[in-house]
């Protein structure tokens, strides 16, 4: 701008940059864009604050459905939407792209993996992730389902097995190409068991020519007493028979020893199985360990009735990584109808925090539990009701599809269903990727493939 100076001389002054102004709004920083996550930005759609929403992907994660992909019924796309699509109509709300290493509880600043994001209140939604009990290095041989890449990796192996059993020759080698172990007997295995059954009986049947499909071993192991632990005896008994109806071996009361490229070593044998799936446990994110709470049972937590953490105030913890409890004390369970209940009651404290008003307790509302078996079957807890069969099974799919976040999902997931049911195929059995070692070596299914082409040439 001109600066006129005493005489008639005038000089030119270097005009200062233009800054942004200043967000008076508190800024309310939201980590991970899953059910709580997002339940949580919905709810602070008309409060006076500015929303940051931060996730490693771009992407919302119907997890409910993700064993789906795992087991070719869904493609990713049916399952998964863009964030800030979801978001965009909502002004208030920026998504940002970003992983989290931790966060700055004396700087009130989240710490990215290239940058900060200070905050005025954080609500934290990061979920959980596979707990293999001490042993991680069984993560290499058995993957867990809680993201969308350990999906297609589960989706890889086991229609990869079935294509390596076609060119071998060797029966034993043939025999553990065709084992399928699922560790783990709450709903994802159960669910993850029953739709390989259906794969090697149903979907299968009548494609391969050196072998039967049909003749492949699917083997269910729980550590505990019984299947679907917290269901009612009936329906854990229903689960149990439709799963052997559908040829599943179900150990109950049987524990893992060791999972080695291979076998699983359970306490009376060893089994020779390539396909080992992981679904017996999981832990909160790693995340949690930067809140300065201790951590309960789980990695879970723990927080006041109002989901605040007792030392900190302005921080919330929604969704699988809360430790809540419901009205008479037990534990509530990671579903997503917990996630979506808690990740919206934390936004809404939020908001009654900035309005000066004092934040609600969570009372959690039981919707129920269901656990499909297949198509046409499944167990249901609604209320005082206890369904399984198809009435059960229809039940489960309607509520699912009215969950899925849009309208095209919905159609889609529709149609799929509809063909798979009338046709019993799963249209998205496509082995997809690469598989790959951090330190360039060759995977075991790399060098089953070169093995199993040696021997036949």
């Avoid at 028979?241 to 524990?255: C, I, M, P, Q, W």
């Avoid at 798979?420 to 360039?440: E, F, K, M, Q, Y």
């Amino acid at each position: 701008m001109l600066s006129r100076e005493p005489g008639p001389q005038l000089h030119l002054v270097d005009a200062p940059e233009p800054q942004a102004p200043v967000d008076p709004r508190p800024h309310v920083v939201i980590l991970g864009g899953g059910f709580a996550g997002l339940s949580a930005a919905k709810a602070l759609r008309k409060a006076p604050v500015r929303v940051t929403l931060i996730d490693k992907r771009n992407f919302h994660l119907f997890q409910p459905l993700l064993y789906q992909v795992a087991t070719a019924s869904l493609s990713p796309a049916e399952v998964a939407y863009p964030i800030r699509a979801i978001l965009r109509r909502q002004r208030n709300v920026t998504v940002l792209l970003g992983e989290v290493t931790g966060i700055d509880l004396d700087r009130w600043e989240v710490v990215l993996k290239d940058g900060r994001v200070p905050y005025d209140y954080l609500i934290v939604t990061t979920g959980t992730q596979s707990s293999y009990f001490g042993h991680d290095d069984w993560s290499q041989v058995a993957p867990g389902l809680k993201s969308m890449e350990e999906a297609l990796t589960i989706r890889r192996k086991v229609f990869r097995a079935f294509e390596l059993a076609e060119r071998e020759t060797d029966p034993d080698r043939r025999r553990a190409l065709l084992t399928f172990v699922v560790v783990g007997g709450g709903a994802t295995g159960v669910e993850l068991a029953g739709a390989l059954a259906e794969i090697s009986r149903q979907t299968l049947r009548d494609e391969f020519r050196t072998f039967d499909p049909a003749d492949a071993r699917i083997l269910l192991v729980e550590g505990g007493p019984t299947l679907l632990r917290g269901y009612p005896e009936r329906l854990t008994t229903a689960a149990r028979r439709s799963l052997e109806k559908l040829g599943v071996e179900v150990r109950t009361g049987t524990r893992v020893q060791d999972i080695a490229p291979g076998r699983v070593r359970l306490p009376d044998e060893t089994i020779a199985a390539e396909t080992v799936l992981w679904a017996a446990g999981v832990t909160g994110h790693e995340l949690g360990n930067d809140l300065g709470a201790s951590h309960s049972r789980g990695g879970r937590v723990p927080v006041l009735d109002t989901l605040q953490l007792a030392a900190h105030r302005n921080i919330f913890v929604a969704g699988d990584l809360a430790a809540s409890v419901g009205k008479n004390g037990e534990d509530l369970p990671g579903v997503a109808q917990v996630a979506m209940q808690g990740g919206k009651l934390a936004g809404k404290n939020v908001a009654r925090l900035v309005k000066g008003k004092a934040p609600k307790p969570f009372h959690y509302f039981d919707k129920g539990n269901m656990a499909t078996i297949g198509w046409n079957r499944a167990v249901a807890q609604i209320g005082p009701l206890q369904l399984s069969g198809f009435v059960a099974w229809a039940i489960w799919a309607l509520i699912h599809i009215a969950y899925l976040i849009t309208y095209r999902s919905r159609a889609a997931v529709m149609l799929q269903w509809a063909w798979a049911w009338i046709t019993r195929n799963r249209a998205a059995r496509l082995i997809t990727g690469v598989p790959s070692t951090t330190d360039g070596t060759r995977t075991r299914e790399e060098l089953a493939d070169i093995d199993t082409e040696a021997r036949a040439a």
